[in-house]
């Protein structure tokens, strides 16, 4: 259904190519996903389907690329829009039409679909992606899983044999991200729609996957099905780690192989879940770190946006050195919460107290890394922006230029802020916020859109921050870095608290924030691929004569 | 009903047209987003007031003897003879200033209560296909002051982060540079997305046929604007205001016809033209025409004189025009109503550009 013969991508102003003789055959009815860290080509990649790229984003293509027979050359995406359908990374930003019915119906009205199929078409999308409900509401009232799932009914309503996704479900909370993607796997079973999807979250979508393309650093693509090729791959989900680490073969892509796989004694060993057993309870894991003082306080603060009540009586004492994670769905107070500690806003009702004075009071006790992290950064130069950072602290020149280095070394100082990847421009964030010395750091979503590598850096730094002893509060959907980071995890829904504890046991208790390590042992609450190989280690050192 | 306001600086008659707008809008909006922008226009209008009257008392050209306060006056060189800078206040200036402020502001009504009632989308979807093009552009336009107030409030809250306060120069450069980055970093991804959904299909047309279409076009809409602004302006050449309508009639049905006819495009549910439709429209000309021939009757009392000042009167016909810009508020259908759900009405960010509502 797609082709790319010996296809090399070569954006204007670089000299090597971001994709390098890449040759690939996508069969009709399979899901394929592209993996690979930020920055490698996945989003070239996806472009060059239907021809955005070169056609809007600049640079050259050698090479054929070809969609149901069409080459890309000869087409321009609006010519492909009845074979493919594509949506980008923000799916809002494309919103053309007022009310999900109209944004349905534009591609139907712009390929002169005759108006009664179009009014039947617009019915079966409605249907097919659950969108019925919300058949007349505005655009800009619909919550981010809603706005993905229009932006796929958008494309699909042309009946495209082709859908190419780009990161359809980083943005989202757990839940809605199981909703797009079942609407996702229904398309390709039960259409034989051939999907072709970018995403960061592998742990999510690796199992509806027939086909993997391994974009590298040096942009050759490696194809296969998706154990082996992520199996060597610093990227892959946890339950991939879980398999390779144990020598399972062939390797586990889903939590229900994993689990069955956890249960089997094979080859002279007793199962996984048995020697974990028998590791004890403490053996192998992470450990909580001992909190210091209480330095921030919140007792019983509501707060809301107009007749919306967006928090209720929130009580929480937040202790230095320790990192706290707070979940909960979108919508659900997350980031309220952390604009009142911060003093972006005030508490309607209730006190919060940061070392005893209100945040407004003391901006520089408490900073905030909003979820753009880019929106902090004003300067042209990211020397600049640490020379301006020092002179908003009042600190001695060099100061955030030495926080940045110790945040993520080598960040070039003449570049601009927004040629950074994700991560270093989350670093240079944090660096400039950083310079204040607060004693309590707010993190929004940090996570989102960090490849392994970054994050691995982020956790590495969260920690060193809390060593310090800073409290830490990420507000996060990536169940993932809670394992591996926090302490404590609230969860809120509808502005109130309904959980509050260690960290380890409120996301193994929840089917819905559990990592993947925990949902394929439990009951038992293991967080981490580490833990489960650390404990191991201990069981085969003490079970040797 | 702007055209209408145009035509007159008659306090008493703006007054009528300006409740008249707010009936309609007050009875027949819906609960959609764009809906709650009537209020922004009004402050906008009266912000404009505001600052035409301070403009014209310290700048205006004195006129008339009622003597009010008197502001110290600045001697400026010779090379600006004709400026003033303080200097006298008369009654008559102020209620001259008023009076072509408020016009302003009754315009800006107008236009707000456009924006309030329909959405632009819908109103694209009411354009001939010939001109739907040029209309998606507008839209575009139209939805992007939205979205900058969304951006800059979030970057007036990025630097409140910072712990630097919003304002000065630097500011203003700190805010506007990447609000338009953010700008058309969102039109490239819109044009996209619109061309990834077969926006712009050319179909089977012939491109000499289309050349051709487009031209005229362009012409027409040419034409079509000089007409207007004919029809606005009390003092432009009467004989240009006809021909210019007939051409840019003549202009866009050739266009129509060359283009429209061979369109590939169709249309989802057209919102369907019936009577009550018909008798907003209606009301609309009727105001419209209605001023224009109590123009022609009565100037003097569509701009009652300020020397000597005068309380001003209501003629006739502006009575007319006013209540004919009332009756939509009564005749137009009910806007299907939204349900007024907690992400509907109010949605609430989950992220920190949160917008005290």
Redesign the interface.
């Known amino acids: 259904m797609i082709r790319f013969d010996d296809a090399t991508f070569t954006y204007a102003d670089t000299v090597a190519p971001t994709l390098r003789s890449v040759d690939l055959a996508i069969p009709e009815g399979s899901f394929a996903l592209v993996v690979g860290e930020t920055g490698a080509g996945k989003s070239t990649l996806l472009q060059m389907v ?1 021809g ?1 790229a070169p056609r ?1 984003t600049g640079g050259t293509l050698q090479g054929r690329v070809a969609v149901a027979g069409r080459s890309t050359a000869d087409h ?4 492909l ?2 074979v ?3 949506v ?1 990374q ?1 799916p809002s ?6 009310t999900v ?2 944004e349905l ?11 009664d199929a ?2 039947r078409r ?1 019915e079966d999308v409605l249907d097919l992606l659950g969108l019925h409900e919300i058949r ?3 655009l ?5 899983g809603q706005q993905q799932r229009v932006a796929i009914g ?2 699909l309503a ?1 009946s495209p044999g082709v859908l190419v996704l780009d990161e359809p479900t980083s943005a989202l909370d757990p839940a809605a991200a199981e909703d797009v993607l079942a609407a996702l796997s229904r398309l390709v079973h039960d259409l034989g729609v051939t999907v072709l999807a970018a995403e960061h979250r592998l742990e999510r979508v690796v199992h509806l996957a027939d086909l993997a393309l391994l974009v590298g650093a040096d942009g050759g693509v490696v194809t296969g099905e998706p154990g082996p090729v992520l199996g060597g791959s610093l990227l892959a989900p946890p339950v991939i780690r879980l398999g390779v680490a144990n020598q399972w073969t062939p390797l586990p892509l889903s939590v229900r192989d994993a689990r069955r796989r956890a249960g089997d004694a094979s080859s002279g060993r007793a199962a996984l879940r048995d020697r974990l057993k028998a590791a004890g309870p403490s053996v192998g894991r992470r450990p909580r770190r001992t909190a210091g003082d209480v330095v921030a306080t919140v007792r019983s603060v509501g707060a809301g ?4 009540t ?1 928090l209720k009586g929130i009580d929480l004492d937040l202790r230095a050195g320790e990192i706290t994670a707070l979940m909960g769905r ?2 659900s107070g ?3 919460l ?2 009142l500690l ?1 003093g ?2 005030s508490p309607q009702r209730g006190e919060i107290l940061v070392r005893g004075h209100r945040p407004s009071d003391d ?2 006790a408490v ?2 890394v ?3 992290a880019g ?2 950064l ?1 300067e042209s130069t990211v020397e600049a922006e640490c020379a301006s950072g020092d002179h ?2 009042g600190a001695p020149a060099g100061t955030t230029s030495e926080w940045l280095d110790r945040l993520v070394p080598g960040v070039s100082r003449g570049a601009h802020p ?1 040629d950074l990847s994700e991560g270093q421009r989350l670093a240079l964030a944090l660096a ?2 950083l310079v ?1 010395d607060p004693d309590v750091l707010l993190l ?2 940090p996570t989102r859109g960090l490849d392994h590598l970054a994050k691995v850096r982020l956790i590495a730094a969260l920690d060193e921050l809390a060593a310090e002893g800073r409290a830490i509060v990420i507000a996060t959907h990536d169940v993932e870095v809670v394992a591996e980071v926090a302490d404590r995890a609230i969860v809120l829904a509808a502005g109130e608290v309904v959980a509050d504890g260690s960290a380890r046991e409120v996301v193994c208790q929840s089917p819905v924030f559990a990592p993947q390590v925990a949902k394929i042992l439990s009951p038992a609450e293991w967080l981490t691929v580490d833990e489960v190989v650390a404990a191991l280690a201990v069981v085969e050192q003490v079970g040797r004569p | 009903m702007a055209g209408a306001a145009m035509r007159t600086t008659n306090v008493a008659v703006l007054s009528m047209l300006l409740a008249s707008v707010a009936f309609v809008v007050a009875s027949r909006r819906s609960n959609a987003p764009w809906a709650r922008s009537f209020g922004s226009f009004l402050k906008l209008g009266a912000f404009v007031v505001g600052i035409r009257m301070v403009i014209d008392i310290i700048f205006g050209i004195r006129v008339g003897d009622t003597l009010l306060f008197t502001l110290p006056s600045i001697e400026l060189p010779s090379w600006a003879a004709g400026v003033t800078i303080g200097g006298p206040v008369t009654a008559e200036m102020v209620a001259k200033s008023f009076r072509e402020g408020f016009r302003l502001a009754v315009l800006l009504a107008c236009f707000g209560a456009l924006n309030s009632l329909s959405s632009p989308y819908r109103m694209l979807r009411a354009l001939p296909a010939v001109l739907y093009e040029a209309g998606v552009a507008v839209t575009m336009a139209v939805a992007f002051a939205p979205e900058a107030i969304a951006a800059s409030t979030r970057l007036r809250e990025a630097r409140r982060l910072r712990g630097r306060v919003a304002s000065g120069p630097k500011a203003l450069r700190g805010i506007a540079v990447p609000l338009l980055e953010d700008a058309l970093d969102r039109s490239l991804l819109l044009a996209a997305s619109m061309d990834v959904r077969g926006y712009g299909r050319q179909g089977d047309l012939p491109p000499a046929r289309r050349r051709m279409a487009s031209g005229a076009l362009l012409a027409g809409l040419m034409a079509a604007a000089v007409g207007t602004y004919g029809v606005l302006d009390a003092s432009a050449p009467r004989y240009l205001v006809l021909p210019a309508i007939a051409v840019a009639v003549v202009l866009l049905g050739l266009a129509l016809v060359w283009k429209g006819a061979r369109s590939a495009r169709t249309r989802y549910r057209p919102d369907r033209f019936l009577g009550p439709e018909w008798l907003v429209a209606a009301s609309g000309a009727v105001a419209l025409g209605a001023m224009l021939v109590a123009g022609r009757n009565d100037a003097a009392a569509l701009s009652p004189s300020v020397v000597p000042l005068m309380w001003p009167t209501v003629p006739t016909l502006a009575l007319v025009a006013a209540v004919a810009a009332f009756i939509p508020g009564v005749a137009a259908p009910e806007q299907p109503s939204i349900e007024p759900e907690r992400s509907a009405s109010h949605p609430v960010p989950d992220d920190v550009t949160v917008v005290d509502a």
């Open positions: 239907n955005l809007f321009p995406p609006r010519e829009a009845d493919v359908g594509y980008g923000s930003a494309g919103f053309v039409a007022d019915e109209h119906a534009f591609v139907m009205e712009n390929l002169g679909v005759a108006p179009m009014r617009v007349n509401r505005p800009g009232t619909l919550s981010g958008s494309v042309a946006y107009g007749p919306i967006a979108n919508g997350k980031s309220t952390l604009s911060v972006l806003r901006p520089r900073k905030l909003p979820q753009d929106t902090l004003f908003d602290a927004r400039v916020v204040d929004d979503e």
